[in-house]
Each structure stands twice: as C-alpha cells, then as structure tokens.
C-alpha cells in the first residue's frame, strides 16, 4: 500500500518562480526522504528529514516536516529549467526494517 | 567513487523467457534494495537484503520471482517465465551502514521489455 502520497501530480511553473510540493503519509516515521528521477531511470537522493527535525535546509531546497499533521513540503526556490523532474517523497518507518515505501511521484515541469 | 551499476540497461525478451538483471553496489554499502517502476508511476519494493540477515521478500508479486545476494555484494533478480505485465524499469539501490540512516544511492536501471 501507498505510504507517501505526493499533491499535486503535476506542477508546470515558470522558471525564476517557486515550486513547492506536498507529500502526506499515515504511520509513525523514522525520517522522510525526497528523491529527484531524471527520464525515468535512477532516483537521486535530495535530502532527509528525521523525525525530530522539523525544517531543514540544502541550496535551494527547503524541507518542512509536521508529524503531527504526518506531512512534510519540499519548496524549491528560484527554479531552474534543469529542475524539470519527478520528485519522490519516500518514508523510512520506525520499524527496524529500513525499506523505504515511496509515493507516486510529482512531475514538475519548469518553462524557460 | 564509482556508484551503484545495474546491468543490462534494457533488456528486451520473449514472453515465457526467464531473464536474469544484475545490480553491483557501491563498496562497503551492507544493505541492497530491488524495485520496480511501471511506466507513469511510484516505485513498488520487491525486495530488501541487508547483511546476513535472511531477505526482506514481502515485495515479490509472484514466486517467478526471486533474488539471491552472493557474498553481500553483488545481487541477481531473476524472473522466471516473463509475462507482457512484467514490463518495466527494474531499479536497485544501495545503503550504508548504519541502516538507519535510511538514505539510498539509486542505479540506473535495467529496463525489460516483455514482448
């Protein structure tokens, strides 16, 4: 079953602007992880939120997690065409098992 | 250093064929990961090694499916009498210790093409 659920599916900004992406999920975590996939192939690692942490930086990629609400944003700020993507929000649980359960995937399109 | 390599890239093949995809992780990484990705859409687990532990299988949609990990390194998912639905990108991942860090380094995939 689907843990991580990402809204909107699809995103088409224009370049210069902010894209900002959700992703919900319904059980305890022990971190939350966005992932960036490139024409369909392998997925990158953006960056890791733990559970305690609730805002977090890299570049320009800000990570917002509210485990009370179990939902966490990804804002990418002044976007890039070769920002053009699928992003992947994807959940570790607290469980010992380090399997990650991703979500479907937000396709965001920057215009030139 | 090198990163995680998956062979082939594409693969195609006849239905009821069995194909074997490879995945090489990256050195020193002691967890493996199999998933799968259909066209348009989210990544489904197959399949989680981690050190000598026995295999995580609960990913597996059928027994013509499976993997093997040899001396916990290098991993084979083969998949036995191919059928048309089996179409997709085969991705393997790796992790390092700890395990909790829980963070992924991705190949690039094996496409397979079930005709």
């Known amino acids: 079953s689907q843990q991580g659920e990402e809204d909107p599916q699809a995103l088409s900004i224009q370049e210069g602007e902010n894209a900002t992406m959700n992703c919900s999920y319904k059980t305890s975590i022990n971190n939350l992880q966005w992932y960036r996939q490139n024409s369909g192939r392998g997925l990158v690692h953006l960056i890791l939120?733990?559970?305690?942490?609730r805002e977090k930086h890299s570049g320009r990629l800000r990570v917002t997690l509210d485990t009370s609400k179990k939902s966490s944003s990804l804002l990418i700020t002044a976007s890039r065409a070769a920002d053009t993507a699928s992003y992947f929000c994807a959940t570790r649980d607290t469980g010992a098992n380090s399997k990650l359960t991703f979500g479907k995937g937000i396709t965001l399109s920057v215009r030139p | 250093g090198a990163g995680v390599s998956q062979s082939p890239s594409n693969k195609v093949t006849e239905k009821g064929k069995d194909v074997e995809l490879r995945c090489d992780p990256i050195s020193g990484h002691t967890a493996l990961y199999w998933y799968r990705q259909s066209l348009g859409q989210g990544l489904e687990f197959l399949i989680y090694f981690q050190g000598n532990s026995a295999p995580d299988k609960s990913g597996l949609p059928s027994d013509r499916f499976s993997a093997e990990r040899t001396g916990g390194s290098v991993s084979t998912l083969t998949i036995q009498r191919t059928q048309q639905e089996d179409s997709a990108v085969y991705l393997c991942a790796s992790s390092p210790p700890p395990v909790a860090s829980g963070e992924q380094y991705f190949g690039p995939g094996t496409r397979l093409t079930v005709t």
């Open positions: 939120i733990r559970s305690n942490e």
